[in-house]
C-alpha cells in the first residue's frame, strides 16, 4: 500500500502559489480522485516520489521517455554541452546536424523549423499554412488535442475533456469562427465541411493516431482519404505527431501508415524530455517562414544547445537501433495479451486499443474509434482502476481520456509484474 504524506502537504502548499497546484491541469488527478504524487527522480522503467514510493510508470514524461528515464546515451550528451554555455541566441552547427537528421528520419520534412513546446509548433505550423494558401479557415477534428493555442481549444482533447472544457472560456468567438470540426474518422463529414466552405480552408490538422481522446486509431482508409481531399482542394494537411513522431516508427505515424502529410508538427521525443517542438514540411510551405519568406515566426530559446544535444542524442540512437521499435511493439502486445485475459476472465466490458508502443483501456462495450464512442467508457469505473494500480506502484496516465507509452525500459519481468497488478486492481476496482 503507497501512502504519500508528504505528497498530500506539498499538493496543500502547492495550491497557494500555483493555480490548482500544477503547472498542467491532468497531473492534478481530479480526474481520478486523490492526490497527485510529487516527484523526486526517475530512472529506466520508475519513478520515485517524495515520499519514498517507487512507481513503474507508463506516461514517460507523456510520451518522450521511450528508452526509459534518464537514459546514458541522452544525459552524456546534455552534459558534455552544458559546459559551453546554455543559451546562445545564436545559430549553432547542432542545430543545422538535428534538422538534416529529421529531414533523414521523416518522410515528409524537407526543411524543419525548431520550436519549444508542441504547443508553438501547432500554433505556428498553422499560421504558415494560412499564410501560403492565403485562406483563414481551418478543420480539427473532436477529441484530438494539439495544444493550448486559441484556435485549437474548440472540441479538444486530454486536460481540455478530462476537466470538462473541450471548448476553453477566453478564445474569442472570432478565433472559434475559423476552427471548424469534424468527427475523427468521418471523411464524408471533412468532405462536408470542405464543400460549404469551399476555397476557404487553409489546413486540415489531426493525430494521425489520435492519443488524446484516449488511444484512437485512423480506420482504414481515412488517412489517405484525407490526402487527396487536401490535394485536390489545396488544403496544406498537417499532421501532429507530437506523440507519435518518432515514436511509432523511426517517420512517425505517417511512415507507418504510408500517408505523406504537408506538414508535421512534433515535440516532445526530439528534446529527449527537454522542452522541445519543431515543425517541418514541404520546403515551397516551410520558405514562406521567416526570414526566407513573410510569415512571421521566432523564439529566443529556439534550438537550445542543451535541448539540441539532448535532442541529437535521442534521435541518433533511433536511427541506429530500429529493433527498438519491433521491441517495444512486443512488449506492448504482450501487455495487451495479458490484459486482455484479466478482462475476459472478469467478464467485464472493455476495448483496448493498440498500436506499436501506445495503448489505452476504454470500459465499453463498444468499439472506440472517436470520440463519440471514447465517451462511452466508464470514467468512474476508469478512476477506480487508476487509484488501484496506484496503490500497486504503477503510474499510468491519470485520465481515460490519454494515450498509455511503455518504454524500452520495460522488461519482460515487468510485463508480468503489470499484468498481475493489472487483474488485482481491476477486481479491486469493480468491488469498490
Ligand atoms: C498531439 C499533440 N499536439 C500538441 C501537444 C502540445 O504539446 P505541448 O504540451 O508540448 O505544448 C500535445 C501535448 O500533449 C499533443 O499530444
Avoid at 476555397?199 to 488511444?215: C, F, H, K, T, Y
Avoid at 544535444?309 to 495487451?336: I, K
Avoid at 499510468?396 to 515487468?414: C, G, K, M, N, R
Wanted: net charge negative; charged share 15%.
Amino acid at each position: 500500500m503507497k501512502i504519500a504524506p508528504i505528497s498530500e502537504e506539498l499538493f496543500q502548499r502547492a495550491q497557494n502559489s500555483i493555480p490548482g497546484g500544477v503547472n498542467s491541469p491532468v497531473r492534478a488527478f481530479r480526474a481520478v480522485g486523490g492526490n497527485p504524487r510529487f516527484m523526486v527522480s526517475a530512472k529506466g522503467p520508475y519513478m520515485y516520489d517524495e515520499d519514498g514510493n517507487r512507481y513503474m510508470e507508463f506516461i514517460n514524461s507523456w510520451g518522450p521517455m521511450i528508452l526509459g528515464h534518464a537514459a546514458e546515451v541522452v544525459q552524456e550528451a546534455v552534459q558534455q554541452a552544458i559546459p559551453n554555455s546554455l543559451s546562445f541566441g545564436a545559430p549553432t552547427r547542432k542545430e543545422i546536424e538535428i534538422a538534416e537528421l529529421i529531414v533523414d528520419m521523416v518522410p515528409s520534412i524537407e526543411k524543419v523549423r525548431m520550436v519549444n513546446s508542441g504547443t508553438e509548433a501547432t500554433m505556428s505550423a498553422v499560421r504558415v499554412a494560412r499564410g501560403y494558401t492565403g485562406r483563414n479557415k481551418m478543420i480539427k477534428f473532436e477529441g484530438c488535442y494539439h495544444g493550448h493555442g486559441d484556435s485549437f481549444l474548440i472540441a479538444a482533447g486530454s486536460g481540455a475533456i478530462t476537466l470538462g472544457v473541450p471548448d476553453s472560456p477566453g478564445v474569442t468567438q472570432g478565433v472559434a469562427a475559423d476552427t471548424l470540426t469534424a468527427p475523427f474518422n468521418d471523411l464524408e463529414a471533412v468532405k462536408t465541411l470542405v464543400e460549404a466552405n469551399k476555397d476557404q480552408v487553409a489546413a486540415i490538422i489531426l493525430e494521425p493516431v489520435a492519443g488524446n481522446m484516449g488511444l484512437v486509431l485512423p480506420a482504414p482508409g481515412f488517412l489517405q482519404g484525407l490526402r487527396d481531399l487536401c490535394t485536390k482542394e489545396g488544403i496544406v494537411l498537417i499532421f501532429d505527431e507530437v506523440m507519435t513522431g518518432f515514436r511509432l516508427a523511426p517517420g512517425g505515424a505517417q511512415q507507418l501508415f504510408g500517408v505523406t502529410p504537408d506538414m508535421t508538427t512534433l515535440g516532445k521525443i526530439i528534446g529527449g524530455g527537454m522542452p522541445v517542438g519543431a515543425y517541418g514540411g514541404k520546403k515551397e510551405i516551410m520558405n514562406f517562414v521567416a526570414p526566407a519568406g513573410p510569415v512571421y515566426q521566432a523564439g529566443t530559446l529556439s534550438g537550445n544547445p542543451i535541448a539540441m544535444s539532448a535532442g541529437m542524442a535521442m534521435l541518433q540512437y533511433l536511427q541506429s537501433h530500429p529493433e527498438v521499435y519491433t521491441t517495444l511493439e512486443q512488449t506492448t502486445t504482450n501487455m495487451v495479451n495479458g490484459m486482455n485475459q484479466n478482462m475476459q476472465e472478469l467478464g467485464l466490458n472493455f476495448t483496448i486499443n493498440h498500436v506499436g508502443s501506445m495503448f489505452s483501456i476504454f470500459f465499453t462495450s463498444q468499439a472506440v474509434t472517436d470520440f463519440e464512442s471514447a465517451k462511452t467508457s466508464d470514467t468512474a469505473m476508469f478512476g477506480r482502476y487508476f487509484n488501484s494500480m496506484l496503490q500497486r506502484g504503477v503510474y499510468l496516465a491519470p485520465s481515460q481520456y490519454e494515450s498509455l507509452f511503455v518504454s524500452t525500459a520495460i522488461t519482460d519481468e515487468l510485463v508480468q509484474e503489470y499484468i498481475k497488478a493489472n487483474g488485482e486492481a481491476l477486481k479491486e476496482a469493480l468491488l469498490r
